[in-house]
Nanobody
Framework: QVQLVESGGGLVQAGGSLRLSCAAS????????EGWFRQAPGKQRELVAR???????NYADSVKGRFTISRDNAKNTVYLQMNSLKPEDTAVYYC???????????WGKGTLVTVSS
């Protein structure tokens, strides 16, 4: 079955950095679009960054210039490098894999990122 396992969350001071990882199994990883979403307390889940199978990326305006999404198809893993973190980045971060052609859309269980001021 499809599994997405996130790691790398934690507590960091404002201005610090974290790198999130999401390891996928049970899918043909290289053809899917991978995304990082986040959900802060009391707010809706929102897209943070997305990367297609050919490496095209897009970012939420709030993280442009600070976050970088990348993927390693050989390791079936997608990463989110987060720099210059702000308290408003505090949220549970979720990994998503999507392939519209095959009707595929799966989520990880999330990893908590807390940024202290």
């Amino acid at each position: 079955q499809v599994q997405l396992v996130e790691s790398g969350g934690g507590l960091v001071q404002a201005g610090g950095s974290l790198r999130l990882s999401c390891a996928a199994s049970g899918i043909i990883f290289s053809i899917n679009t991978e995304g990082w979403f986040r959900q802060a307390p009391g707010k809706q889940r929102e897209l943070v960054a997305r990367i297609t199978g050919v490496g095209s990326t897009n970012y939420a305006d709030s993280v442009k210039g600070r976050f970088t999404i990348s993927r390693d198809n050989a390791k079936n893993t997608v990463y989110l490098q987060m720099n210059s973190l702000k308290p408003e980045d505090t949220a549970v971060y979720y990994c998503n894999t999507n392939n519209t052609f095959y009707g595929m859309d799966y989520w990880g269980k999330g990893t908590l990122v807390t940024v202290s001021s």
